[in-house]
C-alpha cells in the first residue's frame, strides 16, 4: 500500500469507516509483529503482545494528524511501543523503581543495537559500557523487571514425575536447613543480617538499605554476591 492509499483510509477510519480501519490493521500488522517481539521476554506471550500492540495501532489510527506530512508508521510505532509498555506496568506483580525501570529498557535497547552490530548477543558487561554504568547495575535492573515464576509452574516435563516449584521450596528435609544454618553462620554479621532482613523480614530491598545505612544499589550487589556465596557452600 502506497503513502496515499494509507492517508485515504485513515481518513475514512476516522470518519467512522469500519472497512478501511480494518484493512488499516491488516496492512500495519507486520509492523506490531516486529514491535511485539522486543517484549517476548517480559512474561506475556507473543500473541497477547500482538493484541495488546494493535490497540496502540487503532488509537495511532485514530489520532494521526493528515495535516502534517509523516509517514504513518514513524507516528505509529512509539503508539504500539507506549501501549504495550503502559500494559505491562499496569499488569506488573510486583512494584519496580521508576529509575530501575528505565535502566532495564535503556539496557534492552542496548541489548537490540548491540546484537545488529556485533552479529551476536552482547554481554553484560559490554551492554553496561554501552549505557556508561556498571554491570551489577545492569543485572540489577534486568532482574527487577524479568517475569515472576509462579510457584504452581511445572519444572521438567509434564509427566507423573514433574513436581511443582512450591513442593521443592516446601521441602522440610532437616539435613537442607542444617547445611543451610551451617552457610549462614559463615556470613559476615552484616552480611548475615541482609540476609535475614531480605528472606526472612521479608523486606524490600529499599527498606533494607534505609535500615542499614546505604544505597538501594549496594544492597543489591551484596544480595546478589551473598547469593553466590550461599550457593557455594552448598
Avoid: W
Avoid at 496492512?27 to 517481539?37: G, T, Y
Avoid at 556485533?118 to 540489577?140: D, H, K, M, Y
Avoid at 554479621?189 to 538501594?216: H, M, W
Amino acid at each position: 500500500m502506497d503513502r496515499e492509499q494509507t492517508r485515504r483510509l485513515i481518513a475514512q477510519s476516522q470518519q467512522g469507516d469500519l472497512a478501511a480501519r480494518g484493512q488499516l490493521v491488516e496492512e500495519n500488522l507486520p509492523l506490531v509483529h516486529s514491535i511485539a517481539r522486543r517484549f517476548l521476554d517480559r512474561g506475556l506471550e507473543f500473541d497477547d503482545l500482538v493484541q495488546i500492540g494493535c490497540v496502540g495501532l487503532l488509537k495511532a489510527i485514530q489520532d494521526f494528524d493528515l495535516a502534517y506530512d509523516v509517514q504513518f508508521s514513524t507516528f505509529a510505532v512509539p503508539k504500539v511501543m507506549g501501549e504495550i509498555r503502559q500494559h505491562l506496568r499496569r499488569s506488573a506483580p510486583v512494584r519496580i523503581a521508576r529509575s530501575l525501570r528505565e535502566l532495564a529498557s535503556a539496557a534492552l535497547r542496548a541489548k537490540d543495537i548491540l546484537a545488529q552490530s556485533l552479529g551476536r548477543n552482547p554481554t553484560i558487561a559490554e551492554i553496561a559500557a554501552q549505557l556508561n554504568t556498571s554491570p551489577e547495575e545492569v543485572v540489577c535492573a534486568l532482574e527487577a523487571v524479568a517475569p515472576v515464576v509462579s510457584l504452581q509452574s511445572t519444572l521438567g516435563s509434564e509427566d507423573e514425575d514433574a513436581r511443582a516449584l512450591e513442593e521443592v521450596l516446601a521441602t522440610t528435609d532437616s539435613q537442607e536447613h542444617f547445611l543451610l544454618k551451617q552457610a549462614l553462620e559463615q556470613l559476615e554479621p552484616e552480611e548475615r543480617r541482609l540476609i535475614l532482613l531480605r528472606y526472612f523480614a521479608e523486606k524490600t530491598q529499599s527498606q533494607v538499605a534505609e535500615e542499614l545505612g546505604t544505597s538501594q544499589a549496594q544492597i543489591s550487589r551484596m544480595e546478589a554476591r551473598i547469593i553466590r556465596q550461599l550457593r557455594y557452600h552448598l
